[in-house]
């Protein structure tokens, strides 16, 4: 459509596949990040700032939406990779797949972030044409061109606005604002396209607003070259210079732990070979599957209460959902036990509470890959090392809308 044809109708859908696109990179990092072994590399905390960032940017989103009258849909998100391309018919050329950290997943990752004048790094300028919306930031471009359209139009964006909503705004100390006025609108999306997700600003850097800070494309960047950025003097960066900007301090290759590539039908049929070779065992494993299946869907609840549940409940809800993606650690690689408190009587009941990614898949089942996914084969091959130890990994399920996969 063109952009003289939305309503705000159209506009709200568009905030929503916002929504959608801002937490289908969550799951997407989270496994990244939960795969490097030791947690004090320079290229977790660079992944965790952007996972921080992210759930920010849909924070706003979803403020967005509830400041014109609309009501963020949260509690069902449920992005079921692996996915060509990205909700709201953004880079439709990406694969998003859940897998460990490596060279290729970063790439995928630049390529999520990148920015317009770096697309050449990526796609053909035929590839472009035939994308509607070959970056997040044209994604947006999108969005603001229809808010100003419709507020030029009698006013229409600050009058639903005034209206306002069922659904609550969230205001937290995180970065997350309210929105009052149509500049507050302007603002929301400035941030989310400065910090990362198509920064309009040709240094790699968000501007003064914004305390300088790297983009998302940089930071991931970071990590494939191996080298800190350096740009004191503001200069722009092109795809023929972008690597001379990277040579600042060595950011460290970390050791990963070799989690195989989530299946689309979430180890399914893994757990069920597992199964015949030893029940007792694929019961464990599908203790710690859900465990975290279960920690990530309380925190899509929360999230979806902290908008559309009581007024009064809404800080609660929110901070609740704050501690639970952080907590999600937990089970991926601390205890399987999803409550912190969960009690341990015996060396036996430890056993149980194993964390998700120490959990090694048998190297038989590893070996019947190709006859269990015959056409995933290749894509999990080029994803995890499979003449290695292989490991279980978070598939995020959302148990709101995905029944876990029986053994």
Not at 144 to 162: D, V
Not at 242 to 252: A, K, P, Q
Not at 329 to 352: F, G, L, M, Q, T
Not at 381 to 389: G, I, Q, R, V
């Amino acid at each position: 459509m063109e952009t003289h044809e939305w309503d705000l109708e159209h506009l709200k859908h568009a905030l929503q596949s916002a929504i959608e696109l801002e937490h289908s990179t969550l799951p997407l990092y989270l496994f990244a990040m939960y795969s490097i072994k030791i947690q004090n590399y320079t290229a977790h905390n660079l992944i965790r700032s952007i996972v921080m960032e992210e759930m920010i940017h849909m924070a706003l989103a979803a403020n967005m939406l509830s400041a014109i009258g609309g009501v963020p849909q949260i509690r069902e998100l449920h992005p079921a990779y692996p996915s060509q391309g990205l909700p709201g018919g953004a880079e439709p050329d990406v694969h998003a797949r859940l897998a460990p950290l490596s060279n290729r997943q970063i790439r995928n990752f630049m390529r999520v972030e990148v920015p317009d004048f770096l697309i050449s790094n990526f796609l053909t300028t035929d590839q472009v044409a035939h994308e509607q919306y070959p970056t997040i930031g044209r994604f947006y471009e999108a969005v603001r061109a229809a808010f100003t359209h419709l507020e030029a139009e009698g006013g229409q964006i600050s009058a639903a606005i005034a209206r306002g909503g069922s659904s609550n705004q969230i205001e937290e100390d995180i970065g997350c604002e309210s929105i009052e006025d149509f500049d507050g609108i302007m603002l929301a999306l400035d941030l989310i396209t400065e910090q990362g997700e198509g920064s309009t600003s040709t240094t790699l850097l968000a501007d003064e607003r914004f305390d300088g800070e790297e983009s998302h494309y940089t930071k991931f960047a970071e990590i494939h070259y191996g080298k800190k950025f350096v740009n004191p003097e503001l200069n722009h960066v092109t795809p023929e210079t972008e690597e001379s900007f990277f040579r600042g301090d060595r950011v460290m290759s970390p050791v990963v732990i070799n989690a195989l590539a989530v299946p689309a039908d979430g180890y399914a049929k893994i757990l069920d070979e597992y199964t015949k070779l030893d029940p007792e065992a694929a019961i464990r494993v599908r203790h710690a599957l859900d465990a975290v299946d279960q920690a990530y869907t309380d925190v899509m609840n929360n999230l979806d209460a902290a908008w559309n549940g009581p007024p009064n409940e809404r800080g609660e809800r929110m901070g609740t959902a704050i501690a639970g993606m952080s907590a999600l650690k937990i089970p991926v690689r601390i205890s399987s036990a999803y409550y912190p408190n969960y009690p341990v009587e015996d060396e036996d009941e430890a056993i149980w509470q194993q964390a998700l990614m120490s959990l090694q898949i048998p190297e038989a089942i590893i070996a019947d890959l190709p006859r269990l996914y015959p056409d995933e084969w290749d894509d999990l091959n080029l994803y995890t090392d499979l003449s290695e130890p292989v490991f279980f990994g978070p598939r995020f399920l959302n148990l709101n809308v995905t029944e876990v996969p029986a053994v």
